[in-house]
């Protein structure tokens, strides 16, 4: 619960959040923080806004500690910028079990421009956060693989990848502002026209048996043991992918 929600008192809500923050709560320092960051109910303060999230990342919140990874990498003021503050905040905050600070770090050496592009670094990052059963990194994973950027060449694996995604539950996926759940599934689609039978079968059998914290569906398809495929999987491949005998 946020005591600084619309329809609380706001003077009373600032009251017992500044009251449990000098009792070092972090709940009270994460929402007060947030409140200041972008000027919810209070005069925007990012110098405030970073001071509560420095106290409540010491005291080990993940949150605020990919907060203030974010506040040194994209805020305002150009001259509070420090990419080598960023990159150690996101990587205590991967290390505490976020796995919005793995997909952060992807994002950081895949897509952002604020440190040297590295798609290797950024692989292993989504990896993490896609073995923890994030959807957004598992698509970003296969956009990967199907592009062989940082990692060899795998549309089986791309494809596994992005069928996980649509089996994930919905409410499991953040979507962007402006991205609609379909888009979420058309690199799984596009996939589909290119790949054999066979390769879809496999695929398939990959997202359907694999379960949060298990390897990600690409350690068995390249190099490592086949997948095992259902029986009607089996009979759907071959009726395709084999030539006809004729009658």
Known sequence: MSYLEPD????????????????????????????????????????????????????????????????????D????????????????????????????????????GLVKRDYARAATWYERAARLGQPDSQQKLGQMYEQGQGVKKDLVAAYALYKAVSLAPRFTIVYMPGQAPA?????????????????????DALASTWKVGMDIPIRSCDGGEEPKLTREQQIEARGVDSPRRKP
């Open 77 to 112: 003021d150009p001259s509070d910028h420090d990419k080598e503050e960023m990159v150690k905040w996101a990587q205590i905050a991967a290390n505490n079990g976020s796995f919005f600070a793995d997909e952060f770090l992807g994002d950081l050496y895949a897509r952002r």
């Open 183 to 203: 888009d979420m599934d058309a690199d799984r689609k596009r996939l589909v026209r290119r790949l054999s039978k066979l390769q879809l079968a496999k695929g």
């Open 8 to 75: 609380h008192d706001f003077d009373a809500g600032k009251m017992w959040l500044e009251k449990a923050i000098a009792q070092g709560n972090i709940e009270a320092e994460n929402q007060m923080a947030w409140s200041y960051e972008f000027g919810m109910n209070v005069e925007k303060d990012e110098s405030r806004a970073r001071e509560l999230y420095y106290r409540a990342a010491e005291q080990g919140s993940p949150l605020a500690q990919l907060a203030l990874a974010a506040m040194y990498g994209f805020k």
